[in-house]
């Protein structure tokens, strides 16, 4: 079957970095997503993956190893605003997205 | 209209009951999904639409149906609702099927009862 892993829950301090791991196994792969949800709110897109290596945009940035099935998410000078569920998707070889369950992401001052 | 847009915001519902989300899009997408998204299981697809006039089943379709007449509308239909359909529904559209990247609806909240 397909599978997106990523932890259920992480903590993290204000102004510090913190990156949110994510692990797949899909039917084939055409590209790996990252969307953020406010709690209460939509998903919005924050990053697009379809080679290895890292993409940056501003404080955060996204990484892609298509060999081992991996990508995280980094985010930098961590603020309040970024609490929120971090959410992982695939696109599989029928272009369909397979989403991983999300990541709370709890900011401390 | 900006985006894509859902009705109702919230709905409580009565078990048995026929209801029908609407769901309206007004950048041309040629995709459209209805997920459902419940606490710990992240968004499963309901049903999708790569064009207008097709229409296609997704993870968890039993209990619900879609059509999609023309390229803005994507409405989901329950026809009996039960309580295992208490959850949060959204609408999401991509510019095509080999074009994901998907953009969001602000949700549905729906309770059976």
């Known amino acids: 079957g397909q599978n997106i892993d990523q932890p259920t829950e992480m903590t993290a301090t204000e102004g510090a970095i913190v990156q949110i791991n994510c692990t797949y196994q899909t039917s084939g792969f055409n590209g790996l997503f990252w969307y953020q949800q406010h709690a209460g709110e939509a998903p919005t897109f924050l990053s697009y993956n379809v080679l290895d290596g890292l993409e940056e945009k501003g404080r955060f940035s996204s990484f892609l190893s298509r060999s081992k099935g991996y990508s995280y998410l980094l985010l930098k000078e961590l603020q309040m605003k970024d609490s929120a569920s971090y959410l992982c998707?695939?696109?599989?070889?029928?272009?369909?997205?397979?989403w991983g369950a999300g990541t709370k992401l709890i900011i401390k001052p | 209209i900006a985006g894509i847009t859902q009705a109702p915001t919230s709905q409580i519902l009565a078990a048995g009951r026929r209801m029908t989300l609407r769901c309206t899009q007004d950048m041309r997408h040629n995709a459209m999904y209805w997920y459902r998204q419940d606490l710990g299981l992240g968004l499963r697809l309901i049903h999708y639409?790569?064009?207008?006039?097709?229409?296609g089943k997704g993870e968890v379709p039993d209990g619900y149906s879609v059509s999609r007449a023309n390229t803005d509308d994507f409405p989901l239909t329950l026809a009996s609702a039960v309580p295992s359909q208490t959850s949060v529904y959204f609408c999401?559209?991509?510019?095509?099927?080999?074009?994901?990247?998907?953009?969001f609806g602000q949700g549905t909240r729906l309770t059976v009862v």
């Open positions: 999401a559209s991509s510019e095509g099927q080999e074009r994901s990247k998907a953009f």
């Open positions: 639409s790569n064009t207008a006039g097709t229409t």
């Open positions: 998707a695939v696109t599989d070889s029928n272009y369909q997205l397979i």
